[in-house]
């Protein structure tokens, strides 16, 4: 619903449009794997997961053949029932692994969330704080006479696209991680197999750790989302004797700065959980 005046209208359809992304992605950040679009997308990954766990036993014999002959001096060490019992827990530990590798990246998944919600909870948000427009900022814009508002419709209109820029990048960064959780889970046989021999037991950890990273990544995203909810609590300063054009330079400044903080936040939360990570 229009409000009259087409600078206004320009800015409020820009915070609309944030402050939906914004409510869509608190809303996906607490979605679980097998609820998300439906649980049509998880269907999709157990089977394909199901399907690479005839190969990922194919490869747990493969590696633990090559473990076996790369460790192994010579074939009398067998013999020995301390390393053979060694190597025969080694084999049923890694057969384990991928046979039960979806239960055990859905158990991480789940305390990663856990501690989503914690962070949520302490910090006393149940829905993000929305970005609205200041009371004197809205009459200091149907304030404006016709030659003052041209200036200030092109900066509405160029402030607002950004915005609208930024609220999409934001979403696909969040979009992009539960791509990545389907794309972990769905593969995750054949890295999992790895685990069979101590050559190649790296990759299979390796595995583990880029999995809990990603998972991860939603907690950063969510901490963000919590600082910048404190920004939007403080809505841009306005110098209240400046003239009607400065407080509309000055307003859509500040509030785009504000808005690329958060999403420069969310893009780089793989990089952040990366380095945490040593990855």
Same mark, same amino acid.
């Given at each position: ?102 239960? &055990? =990246?859905?158990?991480?998944? #789940? ?6 919600? %914690? *962070?949520?909870?302490?910090?006393? @948000?149940? !829905? ?42 934001? &979403? =696909?960064?969040?979009?992009? #991680? ?6 972990? %889970? *769905?593969?995750?046989?054949?890295? @999992?197999? !790895? ?63 504000? @808005? ?20």
């Amino acid at each position: 619903m229009g409000s009259g005046n087409w600078i206004l209208d320009n800015i409020l359809n820009a915070l609309r449009i944030w402050n939906e992304k914004l409510s869509e992605i608190w809303y996906l950040i607490t979605q679980s794997l097998q609820g998300f679009k439906g649980g049509a997308i998880w269907d999709v990954i157990v089977n394909i997961n199901g399907a690479l766990k005839a190969i990922g036993y194919a490869l747990v014999v493969l590696f633990f053949l090559m473990g076996v002959v790369k460790t192994t001096s010579n074939f009398s060490e067998l013999k020995r029932p301390e390393q053979a019992l060694k190597l025969f827990i080694r084999f049923i530990l890694a057969k384990s692994v991928v046979s039960y590798g979806m239960d &055990i =990246m859905l158990g991480l998944f #789940r305390i990663i969330q856990g501690v989503i919600t %914690t *962070a949520m909870n302490t910090a006393g @948000l149940a !829905t993000q704080a929305a970005v609205t427009v200041p009371a004197e900022m809205e009459a200091a814009i149907r304030g404006l006479t016709f030659m003052q508002s041209i200036p200030a419709w092109a900066v509405s209109l160029i402030g607002g696209l950004v915005v609208i820029v930024l609220s999409f990048v934001m &979403i =696909m960064s969040v979009y992009g #991680r539960f791509f990545k959780l389907y794309m972990y %889970t *769905a593969i995750a046989p054949i890295p @999992l197999s !790895t685990f069979a021999g101590e050559p190649t037991s790296s990759i299979g950890k390796s595995f583990l750790k880029s999995y809990a990273a990603v998972c991860l990544e939603g907690a950063v995203i969510v901490l963000a989302c919590v600082i910048f909810s404190v920004f939007a609590s403080a809505p841009p300063v306005v110098p209240q004797d400046a003239s009607p054009v400065t407080m509309v330079w000055s307003y859509m400044g500040e509030l785009v700065f504000n @808005l690329l903080v958060l999403t420069g936040a969310v893009k780089m939360a793989d990089r952040v959980v990366r380095e945490m990570f040593g990855l």
